[in-house]
């Protein structure tokens, strides 16, 4: 089968180990099932593993890809959820430590058949297109938990976004206008701070901007270029949600700011099967549908890779089959 892989490792120019090549069929083990895939999106965790980030070279080559829509064996129209839990682990989804998400440990997304625990699939529902639906397992799901689980705020709170354009971004701003908070949103150029403005955002700032306001919590992907103002942002008593640090991961803790404001510092990472679901309900129930960047044939995932290196997506990449 076709397949986009990883076959090698480059911290500086992760496109070096990225090839679209015949790959083996998947050999589903047991309570495993095959997935034919209709749509599967890119993820910011793609070019992480082709940098080497998350993955040990002896695994390569692997199929990338953590999200995907298709059909199973059994002719269901299915959404797969990226995480493949531990079958031992007896406690919270998501503080299973032997968890990993597909393109890890096993094959990914982004073929034209993928291997998962029958457990991993959810309906699609009819309402969402293939493409829809291949947008929600990574970026929508941990914008979800981040938002609506991990930063306790109340509709009708102010919430800041770091990072205008992304994946994760874009979901967060569309998922928390419609769950009626103030969104505001920091993005590095007048057309990425337009396009929050026709998503939902209350208020689109440059990079650093002294706000109006604190606010009650701040949604933290980008890591070391923002980490400081995001502690500047937030209110006496706020949240601060982090699940990415694309810019670096050692910025300046600011424990005196952190203790003296008496600040929450939430890590959050990807989001439980029953969140997906009830993610997938909250798209049917508002009529909100993810942020859709470009459309491209799996043959010329390079050129969606590319793009998303060279941070010119807005919303996400997703490769059709
Ligand atoms: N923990 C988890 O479960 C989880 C899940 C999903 C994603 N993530 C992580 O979250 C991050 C975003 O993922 P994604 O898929 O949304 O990636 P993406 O689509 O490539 O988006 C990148 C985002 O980062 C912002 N950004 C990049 N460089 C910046 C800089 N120098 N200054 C300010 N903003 C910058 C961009 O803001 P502009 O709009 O201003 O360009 C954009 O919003 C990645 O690091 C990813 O690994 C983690």
Known sequence: MRAVLATGINPDDPLAGLSVADHPEPQPANGWITVSVKAAALNHHDLW??????????????????DAAGVDEDGNE?????????????G???LDPGRTLLSEQYDGTLAERVAVPRYNLIPKPAALSWME?????TAWLTAYRMLLGASDVQPGGTILVQGASGGVATALIAIGRAAGYRMWVTGRSDEKRQ???????????????????????VMETVGEATWAHSLRAVRPGGTVVVSGATTGDAPSAELRRVF?????????????????VRLVRFLEQTGVRPVIDTVLPLEEARAGFARMAA???????????
């Open 49 to 66: 593993t082709l940098r080497g980030i998350g993955i040990r070279e002896d695994r390569l080559p692997i199929v990338l890809g953590c």
């Open 78 to 90: 299915v959404i797969v959820h990226a995480v493949i839990g531990n079958p031992d682990w007896h």
């Open 92 to 94: 919270a989804e998501s």
């Open 133 to 137: 639906s291949a947008c929600l397992p």
């Open 195 to 217: 396009r929050a403005l026709e998503l939902g955002a209350a208020a689109v700032f440059e990079p650093g901007a002294r706000l109006p306001e604190r606010v009650d919590a």
């Open 260 to 276: 003296f404001l008496q600040l929450r510092v939430i890590g959050s990472t990807m989001g439980t099967k029953d969140e997906l």
């Open 311 to 321: 941070g010119e997506n807005h919303g996400k990449i997703v490769f059709t089959l």
